[in-house]
């Protein structure tokens, strides 16, 4: 893979957040209706297959991988697809690892003159990032999960939250695409090489298993932030428990020595200082023993 000065037959074009006077070039470049490229630049664009004039548009949904300080985030962005008769024609509208692979060469499956096998290898390639990003998924829930056994906060919880909807943006994406797949191999134009349909065949498989997975993934990451929003609150309430409990032992001091104080006459033992602070200790190791055995501490 090599860039070249001018658009010969069997090149790949590849625009990244294009600019509204670079599409009317590629329009005007290779006759494409210029309403047609801008459907493109919609963010919202949903998996679909469209014609017109001659020539196809292929939309489909490629996983995305956001970096923070110290928390990843997934999401998916549509990659529009033109097959003109001679070229291949990608609009993004968000840097992708993906299309850097095909543009570097790091995949070797990238001959641009066979225009539906290169197509299918970049929907092949996307797929296979889709399984990758969940594998990533399921370790940092999996992390986060055992921070939570012994956390009262709602750090985690936020964090399995945005696992969550990463695995709502997956689920909905690759069900459209797949969508969008069936209806590729039933318009028949790959009648003509049945290794196209092989490799169709591989796409739509790694798109089904990568449903199932964010499906399962899915199931899991919901049940985990359920319980553990009940442990957490279990957990809150038994530190409530034991503060009142400890509230509770203190208190005997308090009280004792506040009735000792009044000068009240007839107490027991009023001429010895160190009855009420005696009589103290013993209430709380028995208040504390009553509590223990009540399993309030």
């Known amino acids: 893979m090599h860039k070249k000065d001018k658009c010969d037959p069997g090149c790949w074009v590849n625009c990244t957040i294009p600019l509204e006077e670079e599409i009317k070039i590629i329009s005007k470049e290779f006759d494409i209706d210029f309403d047609f490229l801008k459907s493109a630049l919609d963010e919202e664009e949903s998996s679909r ?47 992708s690892d993906i299309i850097n692979s095909f543009a570097a060469g790091r995949v070797k499956k990238g001959d641009t003159s066979d225009k539906i096998n290169f197509v299918l290898n970049i929907i092949l390639y996307s797929a296979s990032k889709y399984l990758r990003y969940l594998n990533q998924i399921i370790k940092n829930s999996d992390r986060i999960e055992k921070s939570l056994r012994k956390s009262m906060k709602n750090n985690e919880l936020i964090q399995l939250l945005e696992i969550e909807k990463s ?25 003509s090489d049945e290794s196209d349909k092989e490799l169709m065949d591989d796409v739509l498989i790694e798109i089904k298993q ?17 319980a553990f929003s009940s442990i957490i609150s279990n957990n809150l309430n038994i530190v409530m428990k034991i503060l009142a409990s400890l509230t509770l032992i203190i208190s005997i001091p308090t009280v004792i020595s506040g009735i000792y104080g009044m000068n009240t006459p007839g107490l027991p033992m009023m001429d010895n200082w160190w009855f ?12 504390f023993f009553i509590l223990r055995k009540k399993d309030m501490i």
């Open 49 to 95: 297959v469209d014609f017109q004039d001659g020539v196809m548009l292929i939309v489909i949904d490629i996983p995305l991988e956001i970096k923070y300080d110290k928390s990843v985030t997934y999401y998916t962005t549509p990659l529009s697809i033109f097959l003109t008769d001679d070229n291949v024609i990608t609009i993004t509208l968000k840097n």
């Open 167 to 191: 695995l709502v943006y997956f689920s909905s994406s690759l069900k459209t695409t797949k969508v969008t797949l069936e209806k590729m191999f039933r318009l028949k134009f790959l009648d």
């Open 210 to 226: 990568a449903i199932e997975m964010t499906e399962t993934y899915l199931n899991i990451v919901s049940g985990t932030m359920e």
């Open 276 to 287: 009420p602070i005696g009589l103290s200790l013993v209430l709380m190791v028995i208040s």
